[in-house]
């Protein structure tokens, strides 16, 4: 039973280098979710996707870009990486809100430095 | 412009005492409300919740009230164990609406033995 499962779990990038964080989900959700936490600021959401084939742009997408080719899966890239981007990182996954009694899963996070 | 606000960052109580966790919204539109807890190294888990029609919901040592006219929602847990101690974000979102779920900053509860 793997529900939200986040690849890396850790990682060190130097400025100006690029990665993807992988994001999967078994759970059959329609909505997944990228979002990052700093401290004293909470969770911030970069990007989300309603469905397969689409994505929006969350509170803080600049310098990050997404897809969700399968409806399990939610990649967030980064292109060229910026100290300010060294977060932890929560990918979350959800039924659609419009039904009962549904709330958000989370995987367990992915600690990106970036020097 | 932050629409979730807890607007302490930290909490402390002891063991068997009553913790209350505050988070006020600004967003009249917000219906679903969520409180998760984060433990460290660790995803947020889902809590409790409360929809908009209720006012109070109640699931074991975990409670929360719902006052839609002060913007206001609150976590009760009664009694407080050490295990509890953890950082508490309250969400919010709207049904059919936006469809993004909306966090407060969070307040680090610790339980004292």
């Not at chain 1, 993807?20 to 401290?39: I, S, V």
């Not at chain 1, 870009?65 to 990918?91: D, I, M, W």
């Not at chain 2, 190294?41 to 006012?55: N, R």
């Amino acid at each position: 039973n793997a529900g939200v499962t986040q690849t890396p779990k850790f990682r060190v990038l130097k400025t100006g280098q690029s990665m993807t964080l992988l994001c999967a989900q078994d759970m059959n959700h329609e909505y997944m979710y990228w979002y990052r936490q700093d401290p004293g600021m909470g969770l911030r959401l970069i990007h989300y996707s309603v469905g397969e084939g689409t994505t929006a742009k969350g509170e803080v997408p600049d310098g990050y870009n997404v897809s969700r080719l399968k409806k399990q899966n939610f990649l967030l890239g980064l292109e060229s990486a910026a100290p300010s981007q060294t977060s932890v990182y929560f990918c979350a996954s959800s039924p659609p809100f419009r039904q009962k009694n549904t709330e958000a899963f989370f995987g367990q996070g992915t600690r990106l430095t970036v020097v | 412009d932050q629409q979730v606000k807890q607007n302490s960052p930290s909490l402390s109580v002891q063991e068997g005492r009553i913790s209350i966790l505050n988070c006020d919204y600004t967003n009249s539109m917000f219906d679903y409300f969520l409180w998760y807890k984060k433990y460290p190294a660790e995803g947020p888990t889902f809590l409790i919740s409360i929809s908009s029609i209720k006012d109070k919901n109640e699931d074991g040592r975990f409670t929360v009230f719902l006052n839609k006219s002060a913007k206001h929602l609150s976590l009760h847990i009664v009694p407080s164990q050490p295990g509890d101690s953890a950082v508490y974000f309250c969400a919010a979102e709207r049904k059919g609406g936006s469809e993004k779920l909306v966090f407060g900053k969070g307040t680090k509860l610790t339980v004292n033995p």
